[in-house]
């Protein structure tokens, strides 16, 4: 499967957090949810443990199946006994920021063709973890990538203004995802700048290929200021622990990369004060966030 499909979603905040369809904020909560899953294991991970799991479209949550990381809640024996090939059931549950799989049942064993060896290379990739987003009015913990020309910069050398936080990979095919994040952050920007305050951050999530040369000529087009505007890269791992405490996940399939879109907001002295999963925000929205954040 690839990002061609209309909505796929990662399953974060307030219930379904989706990178092509409605936005949720933190700020909405219903209780747990239950949802019957099924699927095909890709990845075992029994320490942690979570299972990669190439799942079926799930009635009343996601119209589209797609390939993901859920933390499990399962049996040891049986998480211990799991292998790639193996089709499972069990319930989704979403609580809040957090989700997991629980009730997990084997339904069938992997054919006697299909080995580890058939696992997607995307298993082994560098990803946030899920469920360790900050809340809304925590402190963003300090952290330093390297901008599109090149230079170190740390979240703490934007304190003293609001800053608006946004994730994107210059290769996105969609063009209701990431160009139009960067067309709608474009529209902020110049009314950051009639304004006179604020800061923006775009951080890739496909470090490996949005090197500071590629960022630096994907900016370029959009017309940003590196003064007011940065784009983030970094060491894979480096840049998956930053997006992680945003809350957002992302994950490598097939030559591209299935991610969430978020928007958040940092007041000036770097606290998270408003975060939007999905694409129904617009710039107006961050502005008036923005505009809260310095007062705040």
Request: proline fraction near 9%; hydrophobic fraction near 45%.
């Given at each position: 499967m690839t990002l061609r499909m209309r909505r796929f979603a990662l399953i974060l905040a307030a219930g379904l957090a989706v990178a092509c369809g409605r936005s949720e904020t933190r700020t909405?909560?219903?209780?747990?949810?239950?949802?019957?899953?099924?699927?095909?294991?890709?990845?075992?991970?029994?320490?942690?443990?979570?299972?990669?799991?190439?799942?079926e479209p799930i009635e009343g949550f996601m119209d589209t199946g797609?390939?993901?990381?859920?933390?499990?809640?399962?049996?040891?024996?049986l998480v211990a006994g799991l292998a790639a090939g193996d089709r499972i059931s069990g319930t989704l549950v979403v609580d809040g920021a957090k989700y997991w799989i629980e009730g997990v049942k084997r339904e069938a064993a992997a054919p006697a063709s299909d080995t580890p060896a058939s696992t997607p290379s995307a298993s082994n990739a560098v990803t946030p973890h899920p469920n360790r987003g900050i809340a809304v009015g925590d402190r963003m913990p300090d952290f330093t990538l390297t901008d599109q020309k090149g230079r170190p910069t740390r979240l703490s050398d934007l304190a003293g203004e609001p800053v608006a936080v946004t994730f994107i990979y210059t290769r996105c095919p969609i063009a209701t995802a990431c160009p139009l994040t960067t067309a709608k952050f474009s529209k902020l920007a110049a009314s950051l700048a009639a304004a006179g305050f604020g800061r923006l951050v775009t951080?890739?999530?496909?470090?490996?290929?949005?090197?500071?040369?590629v960022l630096d000529d994907y900016a370029k087009r959009a017309g940003a200021d590196p003064k007011r505007w940065k784009f983030l890269t970094g060491d894979p791992k480096a840049?998956?622990?930053?997006?992680?405490?945003?809350?957002?996940?992302?994950?490598?399939?097939?030559?591209?990369?299935?991610?969430?879109?978020?928007?958040?907001?940092l007041d000036a002295a770097g606290r998270l004060a408003n975060i939007y999963y999905g694409e129904d925000w617009e710039p107006e929205h961050i502005l008036r966030d923005m505009e809260k954040a310095r007062k705040g």
């Open positions: 909405a909560t219903a209780g747990p949810q239950r949802y019957a899953i099924h699927g095909v294991v890709r990845a075992i991970d029994a320490a942690k443990p979570e299972v990669t799991l190439d799942h797609m390939t993901m990381v859920f933390p499990i809640r399962a049996d040891a024996a951080i890739t999530v496909d470090p490996e290929h949005d090197t500071p040369p840049v998956a622990d930053v997006v992680e405490r945003f809350g957002v996940l992302y994950y490598p399939d097939k030559g591209q990369v299935v991610h969430q879109q978020g928007v958040a907001v």
